[in-house]
């Protein structure tokens, strides 16, 4: 077996697009849509961070805090 294909690959005209968004739309609601956009979003970047070798070491994040007054 050469692997399973794409659920997205057979979804080609427009009209299986909207039959898909009008199902994302049941399920979720229409407020809760562009928080998953961009969610997934965020996550793409971070994924092509992260295979760009762009992605820091932790230590190198900190920020610089305020020392606290006694």
């Known amino acids: 077996m050469s692997g ?3 659920t997205f690959a057979f979804i080609s005209s427009t009209q ?8 994302a ?3 979720f609601g229409g407020s809760k849509i562009p928080e998953l956009a961009k969610g ?7 994924l092509k961070k ?19 007054e006694k």
């Open 50 to 68: 992260t295979m760009n070798g762009a992605e820091e070491p932790s230590e190198s994040k900190t920020t610089d805090a305020k020392p606290s």
């Open 16 to 23: 299986d697009w909207m039959i898909v968004a009008v199902i």
């Open 40 to 46: 997934v979003g965020e996550g793409i970047r971070e």
């Open 4 to 6: 399973l294909p794409l």
């Open 25 to 27: 739309l049941l399920l």
